[in-house]
């Protein structure tokens, strides 16, 4: 009779242990009894009834899945390759795991999709120049299907656009472009201010003509300053004079 209590005993041991589960902090099982959802065990050590209960373990931490590397057209019918990542979580995991039968590849394939359409929505000066609204479009657009298994997109980021050799080469002509267009308008603004200053200058001197002989004095003085050189100075009526005398002697000369 010991014997038999013994046994049992120690079978029912052997059961217990059997049906003993541990799963880390980041890790949720959903049990099935007898194949119906019972509930959801973890963190930590718990127990389920062996040969009965079965479980399907899931992990809630940030998962990344790099969305195949695709050939799409953009709204102006320009065709590019585009690369995308997209960072997900599972928040049900009851539902990742009964709603559908695999979640990583489901939600990979609604990424794939959602980033073609989004990018045939928009030109191609938007998807290089605003992928912020394009991330958060397509972000949205998947998180909304997969709200229903279970899981939370965190933001899909597209890594590299590779565009065609020759809209390159276009595109490297086109920004030559506008960059000459613009050292054109900043110098047509340059001699603008220039002669702005220029007539102010001239206005200013002809109020006051002893101004443009301090300016004429300066400017010969700097002169001097970087050449060696002997600087013959000669005030404006000695101009007039040597003028005059200049045109008495040619006079003259003519009598003659």
């Given at each position: ?238 101009f007039v004079n040597l003028a005059k005398a200049m045109s008495d002697h040619f006079v003259d000369k003519d009598k003659k």
């Open positions: 009779m010991w014997n038999t209590v013994i046994l049992v005993l120690v079978i029912a041991f052997i059961i217990f242990l059997c049906g003993i589960r541990i799963d880390r902090e980041y890790e949720r099982s959903v049990v099935f009894r007898l194949g119906r959802f019972k509930h959801i065990k973890g963190p930590g050590i718990y127990w389920i009834i062996p040969l009965i209960d079965i479980k399907k373990k899931a992990d809630l931490r940030v998962r990344t899945l790099d969305v195949a590397s695709q050939e799409t057209v953009t709204k102006d019918s320009v065709t590019i390759r585009i690369d995308a990542v997209l960072y997900y979580r599972v928040e049900y995991p009851e539902k990742a795991i009964i709603k559908v039968r695999n979640y990583q590849h489901a939600i990979g394939q609604k990424a794939l999709t959602s980033l073609r359409n989004v990018i045939g929505q928009h030109n191609l000066d938007e998807v290089l120049n605003d992928r912020t609204s394009i991330n958060v479009a397509i972000s949205e657009i998947v998180d909304h299907v997969s709200d229903e298994w279970g899981l939370k997109v965190i933001s899909i980021d597209i890594k590299d656009v590779e565009i065609p050799k020759d809209m390159q080469r276009a595109m490297a002509k086109e920004a030559e472009a506008v960059r000459e267009k613009r050292a054109r308008i900043i110098k047509a603004e340059a001699e603008q201010e220039a002669a702005k200053k220029l007539t102010e200058a001239a206005a200013m001197i002809a109020k006051n003509p002893m101004a443009l002989e301090l300016r004429r004095m300066q400017m010969v003085t700097e002169v001097g300053a970087e050449q060696n050189t002997t600087t013959l100075l000669m005030m404006p009526s000695e």
